[in-house]
């Protein structure tokens, strides 16, 4: 059962309006219970037996747990596997958690058991967030891992929550954080990294900065940058101008002119691939040369396809940057097991997400039960991978890290590159 009350999943119109692509269901089968042999005992020569004997009470055999055998232990892996970034995903997921899943494996598994991962796709839209849960709870798992999307992410993980299924996801907005007691998110809320990023920007700011705001008009790049402001003007900052984009929007000259003319120093974007016009509209108006910040936009992928353009630019990460000794051990691995077609920070993220998984796996303990995976995810306290945040759980507390790595572009590969370790604190 569930550990909240069951309410209606809220928010679904929230989401990102992309195509759907059909989901897949995967076969399952429940094993049955049996009934133990009744023992007969025989009387003593020395003593007479009674004249009647009750036999004794059968044992039922233990129930066995959803997603375990005695060799394997089935996990699925929640994200968009289809759609927008579908492509980008599933290399991430092969050069990633594929590494990590091989790695596991040859070291004898987790508790001495293989363990199995299911690919579910969420496919980018509220619906398929939905299906996406009830494949989750139809196919054998033990339990699952939701690592890509915000909408469609936030429905499947609502979805199990309700449905008293423990579960790990990577984040959701503080509607759902706060109401949920079965899905343990490993991030920041989306609020608390707009909150976490205003911190940093005002620790390292000038006096006299002022600061424009660029939001794209989808619902998390908007609460994480409303998060953002609101810290921001709390902290004293001097925010002068906020500008609303569009998704596929070929050109934001009018919005930084208002931006030049409120003489704004400092742009953070809450933005992804739209960074790289952003930056480079800037530079065609005459004596306006921000500098940038922001969230949503800090992926090796976007600085990778436009060299030279965000140089400079500062912000924070939820996971570690490739020029660290992690990354050059996970890209080492990637290679040893033939997965190292995408080797970036994000394929590094995907590993770290193994490496979280597996601990709460060992946790749960040589015979795993649904109690056991709660108590063992509660168990977790400073877990640290170099890859990821230091993650605690506990009771009453689902949200692992509260802390990001800061990072500023870029590195001789036009990567992020690491500008502090990860931390909660600036």
Not at 56 to 84: K, M, N
Not at 306 to 324: E, M, Q, W
Not at 402 to 411: A, Y
């Amino acid at each position: 059962m569930s550990r909240r009350p069951i309410r209606k999943l809220i928010g679904l119109v929230a989401v990102l309006a992309l195509v759907a692509a059909a989901c897949g269901d995967d076969d399952s089968s429940d094993t049955q219970a049996t009934t133990a042999p009744t023992a007969t005992t025989q009387a003593s020569e020395s003593t007479a037996a009674p004249e009647t004997t009750a036999a004794p009470e059968t044992t039922q055999a233990p129930v066995p747990t959803e997603g375990v055998t005695d060799d394997t232990i089935t996990v699925s892996v929640v994200a968009g596997f289809t759609g927008l970034f579908g492509e980008v995903i599933e290399g991430i997921y092969v050069s990633g958690m594929e590494t990590w899943l091989e790695d596991v494996n040859a070291r004898g598994g987790v508790n001495g058991r293989e363990v199995v991962l299911k690919k579910v796709d969420h496919q980018e839209t509220a619906e398929g967030g939905i299906a996406a849960c009830q494949e989750v709870l139809s196919n054998g798992s033990y339990t699952a891992i939701l690592v890509q999307g915000t909408g469609p992410q936030a429905a499947a993980a609502d979805c199990l929550d309700d449905a008293g299924f423990t579960n790990l996801v990577w984040t959701a907005d503080d509607s759902f954080v706060n109401s949920w007691g079965s899905s343990y998110t490993i991030f920041p809320s989306e609020e608390g990294q707009g909150a976490l990023l205003a911190d940093f920007v005002s620790a390292n700011a000038s006096p006299d900065e002022k600061v424009g705001v660029v939001l794209l008009n989808v619902p998390v790049y908007t609460r994480i940058g409303n998060a953002f402001v609101d810290r921001a003007t709390a902290n004293g900052l001097d925010v002068v101008e906020t500008v609303t984009v569009e998704f596929g929007q070929a050109s934001f000259t009018p919005q930084l002119i208002r931006m030049e003319e409120a003489g704004v120093t400092t742009v953070a974007m809450f933005v992804t691939n739209e960074a790289i016009q952003i930056a480079t509209d800037a530079t065609t108006i005459a004596g306006f040369a921000p500098d940038y910040t922001g969230a949503l936009f800090e992926f090796d992928f976007v600085t990778q396809a436009a060299p030279g353009v965000l140089d400079g630019a500062t912000g924070l990460r939820i996971s570690a940057t490739v020029d660290t000794p992690e990354f050059a051990a996970f890209q080492a691995l990637a290679a040893q097991y033939e997965r190292s077609s995408v080797l970036d920070g994000e394929a590094f993220l995907y590993y770290g997400y193994g490496l979280i998984l597996e601990e709460v796996l060992r946790q749960a303990g040589e015979n795993p039960t649904a109690d056991s995976l709660i108590s063992g995810i509660e168990g977790i306290s400073g877990f640290a991978t170099g890859v990821l945040p230091p993650i605690t759980w506990g009771s009453g507390d689902l949200v692992g890290s509260d802390g990001m790595f800061p990072t500023v572009c870029c590195s001789d590969i036009n990567a992020w590159a690491a500008d502090g370790p990860a931390s909660s604190d600036f």
